[in-house]
């Protein structure tokens, strides 16, 4: 019973180390939202660009952006998760998005632990539909502007090759 007198310090410190430990969950996520794929039918009705961010506190996922340029207006956006970046997926949450051919999304949330897992292996997508977009693909949903979120990186500029592999975040830890 010598440790007796130390139990409330020991208590506090590993309050204090959960309390301050929590930002470690902290992440800034990033998105450029552009039209794919595009073939001679889909060519004129989907167009335009992008950018989205997103934050998690381990709490809250917020998710801001905006685009511009779209053939028709926007009628909805929409956060989907996939098993693999690149390949569509179910719908999470609906953001709020300007009804124009250029606005901005957002939308704040509370995420499950698959869904921050999700979050963390590039497999959230934010996905924005106009009028004007076919109803259905052959390969997935209707969706006029597209965008995987993965860890906030450094953006270089056109014809700029990107280093390192920030695209597949699934490598970038040992283990998740």
Request: negative net charge.
């Amino acid at each position: 019973m010598v440790f007796k007198p130390f139990a409330p310090a020991l208590l506090a410190a590993l309050a204090a180390s959960l309390f301050f430990g929590a930002p470690a969950l902290a992440a800034d996520y990033q998105t450029n939202l552009g039209p794919m794929p595009l073939d001679d039918e889909t060519k004129f009705v989907i167009a335009g660009r992008g950018d989205a961010t997103a934050s998690y506190d381990g709490k809250t996922f917020v998710v801001k952006g905006d685009f511009r340029d779209m053939p028709s207006n926007a009628i909805s956006a929409h956060v989907f998760s996939s098993h693999l970046p690149g390949m569509p997926g179910p719908k999470v949450f609906d953001l709020e998005v300007t009804k124009s051919t250029s606005g901005t999304l957002s939308g704040s949330f509370s995420l499950t632990a698959d869904q921050a897992r999700m979050l963390r292996t590039g497999k959230l997508y934010i996905q924005i539909n106009s009028e004007k977009a076919p109803a259905e693909y052959p390969w997935g949903p209707k969706g006029t502007l597209w965008g995987w979120l993965f860890p906030a990186h450094e953006v270089v500029g056109p014809n700029v090759p990107q280093q390192d592999h920030w695209f597949l975040p699934q490598y970038d830890v040992p283990s998740r």
